[in-house]
Every structure is written in C-alpha cells, then in structure tokens.
C-alpha cells in the first residue's frame, strides 16, 4: 500500500473461492475512522489495485473491498489495520544558502 496525505493506493488478492462465477468487478470502501461510516472510493474491473483520491490529511482511514460476479457481493475483505493520510516523509525543512 502506497500512502499519501491525500491518496493512497491498495493492492489485495483475488478470492481463493469464487462461488463458481468469475469475478466482474471489486467494490474499494474506505472508513473515516473519526465517523465510522464505510462510503464507496473506487469500483475496479480486471485489476486487483486501486487509486483511492481524496483523503483528507491527518485523518485515519480503513478499507475493504468486495469482489462482484453475477450471483452479486461477496463478503468484505477488511484491511487487518487502518492507515494515517499522511506523506511518507517529513516536511522539507527550509534550507538557506549563504554565499561567502
């Protein structure tokens, strides 16, 4: 997982189990850890990764995904832990040169 102040991006494997139907699509929620409530980022077809846009920095986030064939939803796949919406390195300091 690729994190950043105001995106990230996910990455999961396929469903070990299909149901005897092959997958469509995946359904990417994301969890605004401060209100509890899942909404829907991203839906993905023929990829097992996501481009999630428009986190809000400093805020904590959780994620699922649910694979989609033609009997519907699967299950959520819960992400074991939430993530920071932070850059994955510190603010660049000023740094001043001075001639002689």
Do not use: H
Not at 28 to 54: F, I, L, N, Y
Not at 64 to 87: F, H, M, Q, T
Request: some cysteine; glycine content about 8%.
């Amino acid at each position: 997982m690729d994190i950043y102040r105001d995106r990230c991006r996910l990455a999961w494997k396929p469903p070990q189990d299909d149901g005897g139907r092959p997958i469509l699509r995946y359904i990417v929620e994301a969890q605004d850890m401060e209100s509890q409530k899942w909404a829907k980022v991203g839906k993905v077809m023929g990829d097992t990764q996501c481009g999630v846009p428009g986190l809000e920095p400093g805020k904590r986030y959780k994620f699922r995904v649910k694979a989609v064939n033609s009997e519907g939803e699967s299950e959520p796949l819960v992400a074991d832990s939430d993530i920071l919406a932070k850059d994955p390195y510190g603010q660049l300091a000023s740094i001043y040169i001075v001639f002689f």
